[in-house]
């Protein structure tokens, strides 16, 4: 059974760091890319960033180059630091998979709970 299961949201002031991380299990998560969206109340789904499966590939979205990356620790393993919070940066992140290369939240074919991430302007 595959799962992907997100930690480390919480409440943080605007200009804060958080980092999220992303455990995977079930599946050979050596040849899937894996990614972080995120969704605001009332806001579609939001690609935030993607790493390859050795972590040597990332792409981050437009609004959170400069201020957020992504690291693949280990083969099961994501993280997404988050630094320099605004505000706009909350809503729920998700962990996903796909074996694309994708900023396309319909080609990920596996996805973790999510994790609620506020910031306090």
């Known amino acids: 059974q595959v799962q992907l299961v997100e930690s480390g949201g919480g409440l943080v002031q605007a200009g804060g760091s958080l980092r999220l991380s992303c455990a995977a299990s079930?599946?050979?998560?050596?040849?899937?890319?894996m990614a972080w969206f995120r969704q605001a109340p009332g806001k579609e789904r939001e690609f935030v960033a993607v790493?390859?499966?050795?972590?040597?590939?990332v792409d981050l979205g437009d609004s959170v180059k400069g201020r957020f990356t992504i690291s693949r620790t280990n083969a099961n393993t994501v993280e997404l630091q988050m630094n320099n919070l605004k505000s706009e940066d909350t809503a729920v992140y998700y962990c996903a998979s796909s074996p694309l290369w994708t900023r396309t939240a319909a080609s990920y074919d596996y996805w973790g709970q999510g994790t609620q991430v506020t910031v306090s302007s």
């Open positions: 079930g599946r050979a998560f050596t040849v899937y890319n």
């Open positions: 790493t390859s499966p050795r972590g040597t590939r």
